[in-house]
């Protein structure tokens, strides 16, 4: 056992892929339904690095490369985020001035609890940072031995405290009433006789249907439409768009035609094709100009597993599989133009990834002034989190395309992960004999598992109870309060990557940083 741990020590690589190999096995290890995910291979970390201290044997993963797959990760959550993210935050401030509400009840349960304990400042501040699982909130409270010893007793549970909320939030997903309606396209016949026109119709409905096929006459072929027309009593069109908002127009234009105007096929053809011509990414829908240059239209956009209408302003990412509505003669021009290529899934724009990261840790590191003289940084992670979600939402700078292919993102954000739970899990393992040989320690435990049971059962009824906030949005609030990558990978492994999961995440993680450094410097104080 002495060679072995020795050996790992003197090799950090070997030590991280062990971690992450093993980890992975275990997190896929599923108990009545439920398995850890990626979150295997913190808990795998710490008891590996343990295991050597127990040895007399020191285990670490290099800083730098830990800190290279938070940052990764941040950015890329950002990339993906970033376009509902803005949307989402002109409505959902009030959850985020929320979320800032609970975290400072929980710095309050921190000092009286604290106190009620016997605990000293430094102790309180450092299992206030660990409870929240916030290694810059560590830093912040002054990263004392005292502090340290309190954020490594209180991080174990702070971590596991959490998954335990967000897996009860789960628990309720299949009654979430923020489910996104599924994309359907329905053939019409219309019964209205006041002629109303196909850009009146889209408007009405909050431009969420897409019309892709109208037929005038009973024998005639379909053709595609444009914004201008306007449907006569007797058209047949196909409509794309949410189920409850077709099933809205459909009330409202005449009834379900019994004629699917996607099998006729004698004219119009369709075809899914992949975004891999660099020139389009980036660009709306409107922008490609699919009616001017090919009598065509883009119907549908799916991303991942997600299907979306393609709204006219509606941005495309490489890798996105547009779904295209063109005449027959014209589909080889139309393919050739959007690329149709696998090259589109896995480019990773490196200089929009390089540029970017660079952008997120200058902004991240920057020190930012407080009253009084001093100054603190809101840490790179939520630097290139709050980059990568600008770089996500403007998609193209002029010739530069600002966003990754969804898969790509994918890929990199499990490889960030995964090297970061490796990092921290050493990280904690490294103090946790130590912190435990402290007398302490059962009251710091105590003290922590009272911080993160605060702040979790707050923000849970909170969300729940005043935001009417779904499980699975839920979830993902949940880790971005708690600033943990694991809890967020344990959600997507739930959920199948669900898009709400990562946009809770993103929506709170920001100001819950900015708001747990400023909390620990005032603990670190007192």
Do not use: C
Not at 330 to 349: H, K, P, Q, W
Not at 385 to 409: D, F, K, N, Q
């Amino acid at each position: 056992m002495q060679t072995i741990l020795g050996a790992l020590a003197d090799q950090p690589l070997l030590l991280l892929f062990l971690v992450i190999g093993v980890g992975a096995v275990i997190g896929r290890l599923s108990f009545r339904g439920v398995s850890l995910g990626a979150v295997a291979v913190l808990f795998t970390a710490i008891a590996v690095t343990a295991l050597g201290v127990h040895h007399g044997v020191t285990l670490a993963i290099p800083e730098t490369l830990g800190f290279f797959g938070l940052v990764l990760f941040a950015f890329v959550t950002g990339i993906t985020s970033g376009p509902n993210f803005f949307h989402a935050l002109r409505t959902a401030y009030p959850v985020m001035l929320a979320v800032a509400v609970v975290l400072v009840l929980g710095a309050g349960t921190a000092v009286g609890l604290g106190r009620a304990l016997g605990l000293e400042g430094q102790v309180v501040a450092g299992a206030f940072a660990g409870a929240l699982t916030n290694t810059p909130a560590l830093a912040a409270a002054g990263g004392t031995p005292e502090a340290t010893v309190g954020y490594a007793v209180a991080y174990v549970f702070g971590v596991v405290g959490m998954l335990a909320a967000v897996a009860l939030a789960l628990r309720h997903r299949g009654t979430d009433r923020d489910t996104p309606s599924p994309v359907v396209d329905v053939s019409l016949r219309v019964e209205r006789t006041d002629g109303p026109t196909v850009a009146g119709l889209r408007e009405r409905h909050g431009g969420q249907l897409h019309f892709s096929r109208i037929r005038r006459d009973e024998s005639g072929p379909a053709e595609p439409v444009a914004p201008g027309d306007v449907l006569r009593v007797g058209d047949v069109v196909t409509v794309v768009g949410p189920a409850s908002v077709v099933s809205e127009l459909t009330t409202e234009l005449g009834h379900v035609s019994s004629h699917d105007l996607t099998a006729d096929r004698r004219f119009l053809d369709f075809r899914r094709m992949t975004v891999s011509a660099p020139r389009l990414a980036g660009r709306t829908v409107a922008e490609l100009g699919l009616e001017a240059r090919f009598h065509a239209t883009a119907a549908r956009v799916r991303r991942g597993d997600v299907d979306m209408v393609a709204t006219p302003d509606l941005v495309l990412q490489l890798g996105d599989r547009v779904r295209v509505v063109a005449p027959r003669a014209r589909m080889s021009e139309v393919t050739a133009y959007f690329g149709d290529s696998a090259r589109g899934l896995a480019d990773i724009n490196p200089a929009a990834l390089g540029l970017g990261l660079l952008l997120g840790l200058l902004i991240g590191e920057t020190p930012i002034p407080l009253p009084g003289g001093s100054t603190f940084a809101i840490g790179a992670a939520a630097g290139t989190l709050i980059v990568g979600l600008v770089m996500g939402r403007v998609g193209r700078i002029g010739p530069v395309v600002t966003a990754l292919p969804y898969t790509a993102s994918m890929v990199l954000s499990e490889l960030g992960l995964l090297v970061f739970l490796a990092y921290a899990g050493t990280k904690a393992g490294s103090l946790i004999l130590t912190a435990f040989a402290s007398g302490e320690w059962v009251r710091i435990l105590l003290l922590g598992a009272g911080i993160t049971l605060v702040v979790a059962a707050a923000t849970y009824v909170v969300m729940r109870r005043v935001f009417s906030m779904g499980g699975t949005r839920l979830s993902g609030v949940l880790g971005g309060a708690q600033t943990q990558p694991a809890i967020l990978a344990f959600a997507n492994g739930r959920t199948g990557h669900d898009p709400r999961v990562a946009l809770g995440y993103a929506l709170v993680y920001p100001t819950a940083m900015v708001v747990k450094i400023l909390l620990a410097q005032v603990l670190g104080g007192l």
